[in-house]
């Protein structure tokens, strides 16, 4: 058999056949990411109807640390090429370099949790919980439904970590890794719409103020 | 003569019509720090006084560029079948509907 010096000659065939002839897991992902598309609209036009909206403080500018956020969205970034990195490695038979990439994602996933744990906080000590105006509910039911989203898929991660030494994920099973990549990627491009349209986007001046 | 089975998959390496020629790790580097430099330069840009009037189109471009980077080399949209991007971007394109209704009706745009 000759090498595969490629990722592109992954194995292709770990699936049974199809009448679509594409695995019917992939695609099953594929709508499963469609509908958390419209999830995520919904979640995301309600915080950008209601951030300008609050009578009383704290205003998003009040509270939004930038610079902090910002090192957030590198870490998650980062995550993303280790993901991929983790599904080449997988896909050229190197189980132990794939699993290497898992446990960084997977670390990476849950350094940016901490983030947003510790962000949560430092809100809640300046004034801004769930209750307090339009804009704090808005807020975190948003970037906790996405962090939620990122722990899901911390799980993920490290069940197929876990699995590899079982000798579960390999070669031939690369779809495993590849369908928790899709996913921690789609975690990733929400988190890119969400810092832009929360974080940099400013708002307009407060209601009534 | 060669008899051949109907449901025979045949061997495992041949390309199955569903997968593309996926990238190799260099090229997902290169997306990477592409994506660091774009993120970088939202931040910049935000902080650059002069750029306050076109501050919003010039986040949403940068913001597109790197939803569409991850989408067609990490997620592999560009390399996959075209039934993926079509299921894809079905749910995308009602996010979006739903976004603009929502804002619409609320007038949040003549505000």
Redesign the interface.
């Known amino acids: 058999?000759a090498t595969l010096e490629?990722?592109?000659?992954?194995?292709?065939?770990d699936h049974a056949?199809t009448s679509?002839?594409?695995?019917h897991l992939?695609?099953a992902m594929?709508?499963f990411?469609?509908?958390?598309?419209?999830l995520?609209?919904?979640l995301?036009?309600?915080y950008?109807?209601y951030r300008g909206a609050s009578t009383v403080g704290p205003y998003p500018a009040d509270v939004f640390d930038?610079?902090y956020t910002?090192v957030s969205?590198?870490v998650l970034?980062?995550s993303?090429?280790t993901?991929?990195?983790a599904l080449?490695a997988i896909?050229r038979g190197d189980v132990g370099r794939s699993r290497v990439w898992l446990l960084a994602t997977a670390l990476l996933g849950m350094t940016f949790l901490g983030g947003q744990v510790y962000e949560f906080t430092s809100f809640v000590r300046e004034g801004l919980t769930l209750k307090t105006n339009v804009f704090g509910t808005s807020f975190y039911v948003l970037t906790g439904f996405h962090g939620t989203h990122v722990a899901v898929g911390v799980l993920m991660l490290l069940t197929v970590f876990t699995l590899s030494f079982a000798g579960k994920i390999n070669q031939?099973s690369s779809m495993t890794v590849e369908l928790v990549?899709?996913y921690w990627?789609?975690v990733?491009?929400v988190w890119?719409?969400i810092?832009?349209?929360v974080y940099?986007?400013?708002t307009?001046s407060p209601a009534g103020g | 003569m060669a008899e051949t089975r109907v449901d025979d998959p045949g061997p495992r390496s041949a390309p199955a019509p569903h997968a593309g020629r996926h990238p190799g790790p260099k090229e997902y580097i290169r997306i990477a720090i592409i994506l660091g430099a774009i993120t970088a330069a939202e931040v910049a840009v935000y902080y650059i006084e002069g750029a306050r009037e076109f501050l919003i189109p010039i986040l949403f471009f940068f913001s597109f560029v790197k939803f569409a980077l991850v989408v067609l080399w990490f997620m592999h949209l560009r390399f996959d079948s075209r039934t993926y991007a079509r299921f894809f971007v079905m749910g995308l394109a009602g996010a979006v509907t739903l976004f603009l209704i929502v804002l619409l009706t609320f007038q949040v745009f003549s505000s």
């Not at chain 1, 490629?6 to 065939?13: C, E, K, R």
């Not at chain 1, 679509?20 to 695995?23: E, H, K, V």
Request: hydrophobic share 60%; charged share 5%.
């Open positions: 058999m490629h990722s592109a000659a992954a194995p292709v065939t056949a679509t002839g594409l695995p992939k695609l594929w709508l990411l469609a509908s958390d598309c419209l995520f609209g919904a995301i036009s309600t950008v109807l930038i610079p910002s969205s590198f970034l980062a993303s090429l993901m991929v990195l080449a896909q031939d990549g899709l990627h789609f990733d491009i890119i719409v810092f832009t349209v940099l986007i400013p307009g």
